[in-house]
């Protein structure tokens, strides 16, 4: 809904809501007659008609502007045409209901709080003109009898203290009558109250108008604000569902609809489409609800095609001015994509890795297969025993060196089965020697290890964590090309399992330890730039985290921790690596 449109219906509701308030009017002002005149006597019979009439009136103009808005006739004007209407028939009931003498002239005052309330601050000034003009010059008119004055006994009008005395004819005595006053006629009275409704007037209009300047100030900023968010969301195509603790859906935006593939949207089938995707054990807005806590959970859908489609979900909480919880809202991403580009540049990673290590293999494999093709020929025209038998012993050794190469090789991007599971950090980092040992900058350097004994398993995907170790490993080689030292060490440290790569390589300039991790980023020729990439969502996916120390020129320590978990659910045996 744009603007104009929200302009438009605003401004519709709030004309039906003054005609509301004139229904209400309406009939108040007809009680407030019938009893003045026909209960208490306030007023003389002949003023009955003339008030009637006024609320009839009063009534006839209600329905013309009933069919102004349904036609949408005068839409932009129909407020100040009604205030006006009223303001006029207000005066017309006032001098045939006692003139200014009648307290119900405060009603001026209601229109001037309505007209600052429903109008912009200037006309809200001219219905203040119009006001004050409208009962001074009924003030006026009666107080100089342009008008006549009628007389509503609520009032005091007689005067005690100056009698009239007359002599009828054929009787004895005089009668003795009170003389009748009306305030309406006595000009400090008529200057006074007139001058106190000036007054309250101009001063009512003052508060009411900087009030609402202030109020609709704020409103400009929160629609500002909220269309900002809904363009963000909808450029994003992101879904937005706020609950509250009774986990029902108060609000959701437009694109929910699409990106969970409802035709139409109801609360129980939106409802339960979210269930469904993310709170399969434990609601999580009902832990944000229990706890504050933002959280971010994955969930995944098989749409009508059969395509299975990931979304990633994140809740947080909704604060009152209390700052406590009264909803939580949900904002739901489609991460399909994200996902498909994750799987390509873990694909892309080990390629760049596995063709980093061919070359070095190619050499190591081909030194003892050449060593072997030689003896081969040898032993085709030596008939030694005793060279023989050396011949046989070498060859078993440079063949058991092959198998050492390719058992490596085996273990390295292999998929286990089992998944998450307990990993042996140890072992895992024993089987990465094997491989990264036989690169070519491994010959110039010297690889120590510092492996801490009894190290508790730690809960993750064993692939995984070779991965991370075997990138580290490589990245350290490489960055000794003349030769260095390279230690790795493992040890347990309050809770967590450490591993540290330190080498005494080129460094790392401080500017490049800002981008070390984004995506294809990379200070080598040949390199991808997704090696580090994938090696730290690798370990914050394990919940763990990386530090990287470093000084051109003197070498680079990275240090990783993770968790040690040790689930009951789990069995010593999934620790095994596949």
Same mark, same amino acid.
């Given at each position: ?81 009604? =205030? ?18 009648? @307290? ?16 912009? /601050? ?31 006994? =609520? ?13 009828? @004819? ?74 509250? /603790? ?31 995707? =993310? ?55 489609? =991460? ?25 293999i190619a050499h190591e494999v081909g030194n003892p297969l050449a060593s072997i093709s030689t003896r081969l020929q040898l032993l085709e025209s030596q008939r030694d025993r005793s060279f023989i038998a050396q011949s046989v012993k070498l060859l078993q050794q440079e063949i058991r060196r092959i198998e050492r190469i390719v058992k490596g090789i085996s273990q390295f991007g292999r998929t286990s089965k089992e998944g998450w599971g307990l990993c042996q950090v140890n072992q895992i980092l024993t089987e990465t020697l094997e491989i990264i040992k036989y690169h070519d900058a491994a010959k110039s350097c010297n690889i120590e290890t510092n492996f801490s004994p009894d190290l508790s398993d730690v809960l993750g995907v064993c692939d995984q964590l070779k991965q991370v170790f075997l990138n580290l490993g490589l990245n350290a080689l490489e960055a000794m090309p003349h030769g260095g030292n390279l230690l790795i060490n493992s040890y347990a440290e309050k809770g967590n399992l450490i591993v540290q790569f330190v080498d005494t390589g080129i460094g790392i300039k401080k500017e490049e330890l800002e981008r070390i991790f984004q995506p ?47 689930? /009951? ?10």
């Amino acid at each position: 809904m744009n603007n104009k449109t929200q302009d438009i219906t605003q401004s519709l509701n709030l004309n039906l809501w003054y005609v509301r308030l004139r229904w209400i009017a309406c009939f108040v002002a007809f009680v407030l007659v019938i009893i003045t005149v026909k209960v208490f006597h306030y007023l003389e019979d002949g003023n009955l008609l003339p008030l009637l009439l006024l609320v009839g009136i009063l009534a006839g103009t209600n329905i013309v502007y009933l069919y102004f808005i349904k036609k949408e006739i005068f839409t932009k004007h129909l407020k100040e045409m009604q =205030i006006v209407t009223d303001l006029l028939i207000l005066t017309f009931m006032l001098h045939y209901s006692g003139g200014i003498e009648n @307290p119900l002239s405060f009603v001026y005052l209601f229109h001037v709080i309505l007209s600052g309330i429903l109008l912009e /601050k200037r006309k809200s000034y001219l219905v203040v003109a119009l006001s004050i003009l409208l009962f001074t010059s009924l003030a006026i008119c009666e107080l100089t009898n342009l008008v006549p004055h009628y007389t509503l006994d =609520i009032f005091p009008h007689k005067d005690t203290e100056h009698p009239s005395i007359q002599v009828q @004819p054929g009787k004895e005595h005089a009668v003795v009558e009170e003389e009748t006053l009306h305030a309406a006629h006595y000009p400090p009275y008529v200057w006074s109250i007139t001058s106190l409704n000036l007054f309250l007037m101009l001063l009512t209009a003052y508060f009411i108008t900087n009030i609402m300047e202030r109020l609709r100030s704020e409103e400009r900023k929160t629609n500002e604000e909220r269309q900002r968010l809904e363009h963000v969301l909808t450029a994003t195509h992101a879904g937005l569902v706020i609950l509250n /603790k009774n986990q029902e859906i108060v609000w959701y935006n437009e694109p929910v609809k699409s990106l969970l593939g409802l035709e139409t949207i109801e609360n129980s089938q939106l409802s339960k489409t979210i269930f469904n995707l =993310i709170d399969k054990e434990e609601s999580p807005a009902l832990k944000t609800f229990q706890d504050g806590i933002i959280r971010s959970v994955e969930g995944e859908k098989i749409d009508e095609n059969g395509q299975r489609q990931y979304f990633q979900v994140t809740v947080a909480p909704l604060l009152d001015a209390n700052n406590n919880i009264y909803q939580v809202v949900e904002l739901i991403q489609d =991460i399909s994509d994200k996902k498909i580009l994750e799987a390509e540049m873990l694909h892309a990673a080990k390629m760049v890795t596995l063709g980093t290590m061919a070359a070095g293999i190619a050499h190591e494999v081909g030194n003892p297969l050449a060593s072997i093709s030689t003896r081969l020929q040898l032993l085709e025209s030596q008939r030694d025993r005793s060279f023989i038998a050396q011949s046989v012993k070498l060859l078993q050794q440079e063949i058991r060196r092959i198998e050492r190469i390719v058992k490596g090789i085996s273990q390295f991007g292999r998929t286990s089965k089992e998944g998450w599971g307990l990993c042996q950090v140890n072992q895992i980092l024993t089987e990465t020697l094997e491989i990264i040992k036989y690169h070519d900058a491994a010959k110039s350097c010297n690889i120590e290890t510092n492996f801490s004994p009894d190290l508790s398993d730690v809960l993750g995907v064993c692939d995984q964590l070779k991965q991370v170790f075997l990138n580290l490993g490589l990245n350290a080689l490489e960055a000794m090309p003349h030769g260095g030292n390279l230690l790795i060490n493992s040890y347990a440290e309050k809770g967590n399992l450490i591993v540290q790569f330190v080498d005494t390589g080129i460094g790392i300039k401080k500017e490049e330890l800002e981008r070390i991790f984004q995506p294809f980023y990379t200070t080598k020729q040949k390199g991808s730039g997704l090696g580090l990439f994938i090696v730290n969502q690798f370990i914050l996916a394990h919940s763990g985290k990386i530090d990287i120390d470093s000084e051109p020129g003197k070498g680079t320590g990275i240090t990783i921790s993770l968790p040690v978990h040790r689930p /009951k659910r789990l069995q010593k045996n999934n620790s095994r690596i596949s």
